[in-house]
């Protein structure tokens, strides 16, 4: 068919149907949205926003296909958003659990920052905020093990910062953690993001959204498989 852009007010709705049905048959068969668009509309630069929108108008059928990463993160947030206790009303848990509900928040938090492509200072901010539910998570795992994670001087004893035990700094914890052979993917990726976490304390950065985007997804998704693998999907965020 010919491009139908300056005929689809004149179009019926049974006509439109049948289009929109010739459509879904050619894509399914193999034929890209944006080929379709060309032909349809004579229009090479919607990228299939024009397919899709015209499929779910008049077949109220989806045509967008999740990437598995992308499903793999929404259902992140939802674990995140399930059974998460608050810092705020972990007081009376076990430190452990402290930690842990804190580490959920902090990467609901990201992941808020994450989903919002307008927000400003997204990407130093989603950093930031992992690394701090990163840390957290490694704090859950280490004191549930009984591993000792504070400071100490030449003597052996507790560095305290403010009456508090110093905490060691966190690729420390990474190395405390997760020190099998078969997590080196994983360290290689936190200690990427620690050093840009590094890098926006100190200076300025310019915009690093479609640099570490993949890089940020295997953050979310290392964290997501850590979380079950260590505390259960009943103890997820």
């Known amino acids: 068919m010919a491009s139908i852009d300056g005929d689809e007010g004149d179009l019926t709705e049974e006509q439109h149907r049948a289009i929109a049905a010739e459509l879904v048959a050619r894509w399914e068969a193999g034929e890209s949205?944006?080929?379709?668009?060309?032909?349809?509309w004579d229009d090479p630069s919607s990228h299939g926003k024009r397919f899709t929108a015209y499929v779910r108008k008049w077949l109220e059928r989806e045509t967008e296909?999740?990437?598995?990463?992308t499903e793999h993160i929404e259902r992140l947030e939802a674990l995140l958003r399930a059974q998460g206790v608050s810092p705020t009303e972990a007081g009376d848990l076990d430190e452990e659990f402290r930690l842990l509900a804190k580490s959920r928040e902090s990467a609901l938090a990201a992941l808020r920052v994450y989903n919002d492509p307008l927000a400003g200072f997204r990407t130093e901010t989603f950093i930031v905020l992992m690394v701090i539910a990163w840390n957290s998570l490694l704090q859950a795992m280490l004191?549930?093990?009984g591993i000792d994670y504070f400071g100490r001087d030449h003597k052996g004893k507790q560095v305290l910062v403010d009456g508090r035990p110093r905490v060691q700094d966190t690729w420390s914890l990474v190395?405390?953690?997760?020190?099998?052979?078969?997590?080196v993917a994983l360290r290689s990726n936190l200690d990427f993001f620690l050093k840009l976490r590094h890098l926006i304390a100190h200076r300025y950065l310019p915009a690093l959204d479609v640099q570490i985007v993949g890089e940020a997804q295997a953050m979310l998704l290392n964290f997501e498989n850590m979380l079950i693998e260590q505390f259960g999907v009943e103890s997820a965020p």
């Open 33 to 40: 949205k944006s080929s379709l668009e060309v032909e349809f």
């Open 175 to 183: 190395q405390l953690a997760l020190p099998e052979a078969h997590r």
């Open 65 to 69: 296909r999740k990437s598995s990463q």
């Open 143 to 145: 004191e549930r093990d």
